[in-house]
Nanobody, 124 residues
Framework: QVQLVESGGGLVQAGGSLRLSCAAS????????MAWFRQAPGKQRQFVGG????????GYSDSVKGRFTISRDNAKNTVYLQMNSLKPEDTAVYYC?????????????????WGQGTQVTVSS
């Protein structure tokens, strides 16, 4: 099993920045790709972006491309989501997820492990 723990959420004004962290523990060697998703009240869980552990390849949704950056620290088994130029519509619970196979995918059902989520609120 793999445990994922997110941190770094909070309240920020529009235009501001936050950095989320996702610390992985357990059988981390089994995880090939990590991703960030978000879910606003009453909406479906939405793909934000992802990264492969070994090569560091990244992919992003169009809604965050150019504003958000995903990185990883293999030594710390931690993935980061740097969020800049935040907008009120970025308000959501942000989840970290891991999958044991293949490329970065945007469907939540592709992921095997999930964190508990961290709240990000952007005020206008």
């Amino acid at each position: 099993q793999v445990q994922l723990v997110e941190s770094g959420g909070g309240l920020v004004q529009a235009g501001g920045s936050l950095r989320l962290s996702c610390a992985a523990s357990g059988r981390t060697f089994s995880v090939y790709t990590m991703a960030w998703f978000r879910q606003a009240p009453g909406k479906q869980r939405q793909f934000v972006g992802g990264i492969t552990w070994n090569s560091g390849l990244t992919g992003y949704s169009d809604s965050v491309k150019g504003r958000f950056t995903i990185s990883r620290d293999n030594a710390k088994n931690t993935v980061y989501l740097q969020m800049n130029s935040l907008k009120p519509e970025d308000t959501a619970v942000y989840y970290c997820a891991g999958k044991v196979t293949g490329a970065i995918m945007s469907r939540p059902s592709e992921y095997n492990y999930w964190g508990q989520g961290t709240q990000v609120t952007v005020s206008s």
